[in-house]
């Protein structure tokens, strides 16, 4: 929100981000007077404007706001005796936040500044950066106040760099030809990974842009992924539009990512800020609220700070067109939830009064009352302790050797022993009801997560067994589907939440993007630009919804499709080595804190004074381990990006070997006016 008043503070000026308005206020009769719709008329009923900071001219006549989602200054007529008229918008920089005024001069901060660095030449090289928000660097810009007929222009350049314009957003459904509605496509599962660039996966795949010596987790790896990277279409060209989790999971659910979250995520990333305010919840809090447990274990209904239970209270990043399952929900569409928004609880080192999450389940319930009713509660969370998919059991079955388990060995009232197999046991449920799969839901979200990896932890699967235990699950739930009813109606697709994890030759945010189906055109190779909002446009368009706000609207889909389901050969999942599977860190130690139920917190290695965490040198396996057990891997994020990338890397690539550059970050489009000094 930014607030502004006249120079008789006779008019209140309030830019509300949430609804894309500027409201006038009568200070007198301290009454709204006016309220101003600063979207492009052709984008009015789309969210994703986002006023923040304005600024008036010196006459008076005229107001200008910096909207940060569309990297624009609006240009507002305040004194027409009509009312105020929206005149314009002019080109700012990356989410410009707020505009000052002097004479015929703009003056416009862009917070994520304008221009995109080269690996080996940003500010930081050589040095480590912490997280990845550090790339970027704010810019201010001085901007020329434009005159009407120049106004008209920079309007249009605006419009065109946003993509609001007829030409894109008439064209609604590229895909309604194979979509729900034609009979084509009306299941979608959407699976949610973690962390992970294209290089670090795919960068040895000879047909796509990547480098081998980023290549962490190659095919020996993830055999799966490259499989369906070769079967179906490889993605070289796609990139995660958050930067961390907080960010990343508001875009890979809402196509956008509101004020709150773009304003609050660099600082709560700090280590300074508060618990974690995405993902439904807000500050650790679970926003729909449930009469659950404490922190004493008590029944909140019982605690006096809880009279009534634990109400529900607002997601302050949730964004004006919501998320993708109300949207399904607003369209009569089915949907499922597996581990998506679950929250994860606190410790008692959180400082915060949060419910144990749910009564009947410990530490699980969706974070919104949106989720409620519609979500697997018996689906593991994010835990490092517990695996994806079969094979850890498998194997100790198999081979009666139980070192093949992890920490947590089964979860939940079917006693599941990983992930995949609680959806599998409710998915076989619902074609049990139905044979013909008409109870499948149209939408499912699933979050498989042990691709984040805990690093070094002495005693815990290495970072290689928990990628391809990771790799597995995907090969098994694309396999239970492939062989199902309902593969012929089918889409899957798979990205990671942000690419904080691992180098790119490219860029920081490059990551990997999976569509799987039988309508997908064999071995299609696709080097266009394509990003979170280009997966989320091509959900909705497979099963015929509306976009949510201006980003999906004005998003391309991801190509490659065929106009019938030719490749549909059942796949068939490729069993991890036994080798990588049984691989653990160093010798057995007490661990930080993995669990979500663990309430220690990580205790700090001795290092030298003034030595930061992330900057050590980390030259021997114990100082690996050090490392490791300094993080705390019991929430996403929560372990420092730089210096667990580092421990994964030399962990894999040897001691020795030193992890490249970080990379540039993708620079904004826009066009830059004035870059004088003088």
């Known amino acids: 929100m930014g607030l502004l008043l006249n120079k008789t503070q006779s008019r209140l000026f309030v830019a509300n981000a949430h609804s894309d308005t500027i409201s006038v206020i009568d200070t007198a009769a301290d009454k709204v007077i006016h309220t101003i719709l600063v979207r492009p008329q052709v984008a009015k009923d789309l969210a994703g404007a986002t006023p923040l900071g304005l600024a008036l001219s010196p006459s008076e006549k005229f107001l200008y706001a910096a909207l940060g989602d569309m990297n624009a200054i609006a240009v507002i007529d305040i004194a027409d005796s ?53 790339l970027y660097d704010g810019s201010l810009w001085r901007l020329p106040v434009p005159g009407k007929a120049d106004l ?43 962390n992970r660039t294209y290089d670090h996966v795919l960068g040895d795949l000879p047909q796509g842009n990547g480098d081998p010596e ?4 190659p095919r020996a790896v993830t055999p799966n992924l ?90 302050v990043a949730a964004s004006p067109g919501g998320h993708l399952w109300d949207l399904a929900r607003a369209n009569n569409l089915t949907y499922r939830n597996y581990g998506f928004f679950v929250g994860s609880g606190s410790k008692k080192g959180d400082k915060v009064v949060i419910p144990d999450n749910y009564p009947n389940s410990t530490g699980l319930q969706p974070g919104g009352r949106d989720l409620a009713g519609v979500t697997n509660i018996d689906f593991r969370r994010f835990d490092m302790n517990y695996p994806d ?70 005693g815990h699967p290495t970072p290689r067994c928990m990628v391809a235990d990771n790799d597995y699950a995907v090969g098994q739930l694309v396999e239970a589907v492939s062989k199902s009813p309902i593969w012929k109606k089918c889409a899957i697709v798979i990205i990671e939440d942000d690419a904080q994890n691992g180098p790119d030759h490219v860029d920081a945010h490059r990551s990997i993007c999976f569509v799987v189906s039988p309508w997908m055109k064999r071995a299609a190779v696709d080097h266009s630009f394509q990003n979170t909002v280009s997966a989320i446009r091509t959900i909705e368009c497979l099963l015929g919804l509306p976009p949510m706000c201006q980003y999906d609207a004005a998003s391309g889909v991801i190509g490659g499709w065929d106009d ?115």
């Open 389 to 458: 998919s079969d094979a850890p059991s498998r194997y100790a079955a198999e081979k009666s050797d139980p070192s093949y388990l992890w920490p947590t060995k089964a979860f939940g009232q079917s006693v599941a022993p990983s992930r995949f197999s609680e959806w599998k046991r409710e998915f076989d449920l619902m074609l049990a009801k139905d044979p013909t799969g008409a109870a499948v839901p149209n939408l499912m979200t699933v979050r498989f997560c042990t691709d984040h990896t805990a690093g070094a932890n002495p």
């Open 564 to 678: 019938a389901p030719r490749n549909d050969e059942p796949f068939v999942a490729i069993a991890p080595s036994h080798d990588i599977m049984k691989e653990r860190n160093g010798k057995k130690n007490t661990p930080s804190p993995i669990s979500p139920e663990q309430p220690a917190a990580p205790k700090p290695a001795t290092r030298p004074a003034g030595e930061k965490a992330e900057d050590r040198p980390l030259t021997t396996q114990d100082e690996l381990a050090a490392a490791s057990l300094e993080m705390d891997f019991s929430v996403a994020d929560r372990a420092p990006a730089d210096l667990l990338n580092r421990v994964i890397w030399k962990t894999i690539k040897g001691l020795d070997a030193e992890m490249p550059p970080t990379p540039k970050v993708i620079a904004a489009q826009g066009q830059k006016i004035d870059d004088d000094d003088d």
């Open 152 to 194: 008209k222009k920079l309007t249009e350049t605006c419009l065109e760099n946003a993509r609001l314009t007829p030409m894109y957003l008439n064209n609604q459904n590229p895909l309604k030809a194979i979509s729900k509605q034609a009979g084509g496509i009306e299941h979608v599962i959407y699976i949610v990974k973690e």
């Open 226 to 315: 490259h499989a369906l990277a070769e079967r179906f279409i490889l993605l070289d060209n796609f990139y995660d539009s958050g930067e961390v989790s907080g960010d990343g999971w508001t875009w890979s659910t809402q196509a956008h990512a509101n004020q709150y979250t773009i304003r609050n995520v660099p600082y709560q990333y700090s280590g300074r800020g508060r618990v974690f305010d995405y993902e439904g919840d807000n500050n650790g809090y679970p926003t729909g609220g449930f009469p659950a447990k404490g922190l004493d274990g008590k029944p909140l209904s019982d605690d006096p700070r809880f009279k009534d239970g634990a109400k529900p209270i607002r997601d």
């Open 82 to 134: 009509a009312g105020p008229e929206l005149e314009g918008y002019i080109p700012a920089g990356w989410y410009p936040t707020a505009v000052a005024v002097a004479g015929q001069t703009l003056l416009v901060t862009n917070a994520k500044g304008d221009a995109a660095r080269i690996p080996h030449n940003f500010s930081g090289a050589g040095k480590s950066v912490g997280s990845p928000l550090t």
């Open 214 to 217: 980023r290549c962490v987790f």
